[in-house]
């Protein structure tokens, strides 16, 4: 903040005081103002706020009588602050002055000797970007002040793993910046006195001009949910996956605005981004001014090769003409159109445009509108756009508008010495995407005013955050389930059992004693539940199915033609075969090869060489096509011919247990590759059925409701239920919410569900 500079002004004290509570911030700034003048004078009042921060609170105190500001949305804040200046009223407003900061301004008219307190109150959700949080509070007296002090408290209840200041206030003030942690609080004052704060010995300006920045973060959790006072905040920032490849289209304005330091910072930060690039990346670079140039037309991987050459074509590039926005944004479309149409995009990686302009466009269409609206006709969904403007000569509003109409954020870049570290800030942040498609959602009725669940993408080092209002319920537990889309099968955060098409049997054996779940095993009673995931109509089915001790059950039968044929066999208790998962991979032209996971040991065999663990271990072997990856007292991947994938997670019961046995659970992935006549209990609905639900309406019990369900020309009566996925909490697992088909699936299933009991389990061979 900042009062007017005369000389017959005085600040008697400037206090910042910011509390972080579980990455949010209440933060006071108070200042304490004398007109010391022998006349009346308007003294003013400057706060920079962070652009994402909103007021919550402003007073003032002038001579002991308290004024108390009301906050209203912008656009009426902007008309009332006219007129109230017109008659001469204090009136305070808020202006954007920079890339992430605003500038609150107020000032009063007061006689001479009269004492101002001014007090602003501003709240602001802090955000994880490359793995750390950062709480910026821009400081400006304007003068030397005799009590000037800033004290930032962090409290994380789940514990700091790291708080560190960056000093961009100027090397005097190093020492001078205290922090004292421990395990969950931190403490961080900032306190120097006159003779410290001047600009040298005998200055009479202050040096303190500029943002006094704390950086923190928290332990590691992959998720978190926290409920306080009816209210509830999800922090989801899941570690340790693999980064999605990517496909980037680079758009950079080379018009002759560019020319000088914003094209040569340009140029220095590209080779560092190129330089990112992997062999599983592909890309390709457009320049424009009043014309548009590729430097491919199509996207090319990530080679040394290839990058040199990119590096090479971007030095040589000289600025000059106009500014085509249109055209080269259309170009960069159609490049990833192209490549998506022609099969050669990986439906795991991510497609991203960045464009970097300075300016307005001045050739093609002009009108910023319509420029918006011919990219979002022709984008896709699975495609994003991030923008960087770079100097305040470019209407950031509309690149900031066409980034978040197409799932991207903009940035502003400031034109000087460090726009290359700035532009190579900006692209680490992106530049890691882990997930894809991500949806936190909570049970029915038990959450209201949610903000934002859906997210296109993760990225590595950020946070996602769901927040809302808890609704009263007779339980007090709030559950949430996490999906999304990634690399490998261990993110799959919920129930998902959806096919595409090569040969594998997957079948269950059952025992009264135990408790198998396929996508869910429900904690009380016998049966084998399984939840199908139905992603064309966005719904979950449920059934169980009534079956007896010792029968084996065909989940997955695909006698598709290839190199050999899989049979995976589920047998969690069973008098007549070892508890456990079983894999028989039935070679055309070699042994065979066998996998058994139980609840004490994982095997794997062709015959002649035999391979055990025990559960502590965590280890990787390939055989004959056939790989397991095990992760010690978690669970094991079993992938054959590096496109079917299951996951067997161990679930072990605490030892007081009423119902003291462990088991395991079985996780089919969504993108299995199959062949077309692939069936079985779960298998057949790789061609998923239509499925319409209509007529929901109470049912006999008061939580759950009933429906109607048409599928496969058949009407059945549904119930709303849930199921549980062992998943994220192997002890009590999550909620996923369904509707249930009664009869062990009749109506839903082919046939009679007795028609996929299997004699034994070789009968497949």
């Keep these: 903040s900042s009062t ?47 652009k994402q921060a909103f007021i919550t609170n402003f007073t003032m105190n002038v001579n002991g009588i308290t004024f108390v500001g009301s906050v209203k949305e912008k656009t009426v804040a902007r008309n009332l602050y006219t007129q109230a200046r017109a008659r001469g009223k204090a009136a305070g407003i808020i202006r954007a002055n920079s890339q992430d900061m605003e500038t609150f301004k107020t000032e009063v008219h007061v006689p001479s000797g009269s004492n101002i307190e001014f007090e602003l109150h501003y709240q602001e959700m802090m955000h994880r970007k490359l793995g750390h949080y950062e709480h910026n509070l821009y400081l400006q007296p304007g003068r030397l002040v005799p009590q000037f002090q800033v004290d930032v408290y962090i409290f994380e209840p789940k514990g700091i793993s790291m708080v560190q ?93 560019m020319w000088g330091v914003k094209m040569k910072q340009t140029v220095e930060a590209m080779q560092a981004i190129l330089d990112d690039l992997t062999l599983d990346d592909q890309f390709s670079i457009i320049d424009f001014n009043h014309n548009v140039r590729c430097w491919s037309e199509d996207l090319v991987s990530g080679s040394s090769i290839q990058i040199a050459d990119a590096k090479k074509y971007i030095q040589n590039i000289k600025p000059n003409g106009g500014t085509n926005i249109n055209e080269a944004l259309m170009r960069a479309v159609q490049m990833l159109l192209k490549a998506s149409n022609q099969g050669l995009i990986d439906s795991r990686s991510v497609s991203m445009i960045i464009l970097v302009s300075d300016g307005d466009p001045t050739v093609g269409e002009i009108k910023l509108s319509a420029i918006q609206k011919n990219v979002r006709k022709i984008m ?34 400031y034109a000087n010495h460090d726009a290359a570290e700035q532009l190579r800030t900006f692209y680490s942040q992106v530049s890691s995407p882990l997930l894809r498609r991500i949806a936190i959602q909570f049970p029915e009725d038990s959450v209201s005013e949610v903000t934002q669940n859906r997210f296109d993408k993760y990225f590595s080092g950020s946070e996602l955050v769901v927040a809302g209002k808890v609704l009263p319920s007779e339980s007090n537990t709030l559950t949430s389930f996490t999906t999304a889309s990634a690399v490998s099968i261990t993110l799959q955060h919920a129930p998902t059992v959806r096919f595409a098409s090569s040969h594998l049997h997957i079948s269950t054996v059952l025992n009264g004693s135990c408790r198998p779940h396929m996508c869910a095993s429900h904690p009380v009673d016998n049966d084998p539940h399984f939840i199908v995931h139905l992603p064309g109509s966005n719904m979950d089915v449920c059934f169980n199915i009534d079956s007896k001790p010792g029968h084996i059950l065909n989940l997955v039968s695909d006698r598709g033609t290839g190199t050999g044929s899989p049979h995976f066999i589920f047998t969690p208790c069973s008098h007549l ?134 599928v496969k020309g058949n009407k059945l009566l549904v119930t709303r239920g849930w199921q549980k996925d062992y998943r994220r909490d192997t002890r009590q697992g999550s909620n996923v919410y369904c509707w249930f088909i009664h009869n062990s699936g009749k109506g839903f299933i082919d046939g009679h569900y007795t028609d996929y009991i299997v004699p034994d389990l070789h009968s497949f061979l």
């Excluded at 009479?204 to 332990?219: P, Q």
């Design 577 to 710: 075969l070892s508890p456990g998962f079983h894999l028989l991979y039935n070679l055309l032209s070699c042994p065979e090869v066998s996998v058994t996971i139980t609840t004490d040991m994982i095997a794997m065999s062709d015959g002649s060489n035999n391979h055990s663990f025990t559960w502590a271990a965590t280890a990787e072997i390939t055989q004959d096509g056939v790989r397991i990856n095990i992760v010690k007292n978690s669970h094991v991947i079993v992938t054959v011919n590096d496109n079917i994938q299951v996951m067997v997670l161990l679930h072990r019961v605490y030892k007081k247990h009423p119902v003291n046995v462990d088991f395991l659970g079985v996780y089919i992935p969504n993108d299995n590759q199959y062949s077309p006549v692939v069936h079985g209990l779960i298998g057949q609905f790789s061609r998923e059925p239509e499925v319409n639900v209509f007529d929901i309406h109470e049912g006999a019990d008061p939580l759950k409701k009933e429906a109607t369900m048409e």
């Design 165 to 257: 200041t960056s000093n961009t206030l100027g090397q005097q003030f190093t020492e001078l910046i205290k922090v004292v942690s421990t395990d969950n609080k931190a403490h961080i004052v900032f306190k120097p006195n006159l003779q410290q704060q001047r600009k040298c010995d005998n200055c009479t300006d202050s040096a303190i001009d500029g943002t006094f920045t704390v950086m923190y973060d928290v332990n590691p959790l992959n998720c978190l949910l926290q409920v306080s006072d009816g209210h509830f905040v999800h922090f989801f920032a899941p570690t340790n996956l693999s980064p999605l490849p990517k496909n980037i289209v680079f758009v950079i304005d080379v018009s002759g605005s």
């Design 380 to 413: 896709r969904e699975e495609f994003s756009l991030f923008s960087l403007g770079i100097g305040f000569d470019v209407d950031f509003d509309f690149l900031e508008r066409i980034a978040m109409e197409n799932r991207g954020i903009a940035q502003r870049i």
């Design 4 to 50: 007017e500079t005369q000389d017959d002004i005085t600040v008697k004290s400037y206090r910042v005081e910011s509390r972080i509570t579980s990455r949010f911030a209440h933060v006071t700034v108070r200042s304490s103002v004398v007109n010391s003048g022998s006349k009346a004078q308007s003294i003013g009042f400057n706060v920079q706020i962070p």
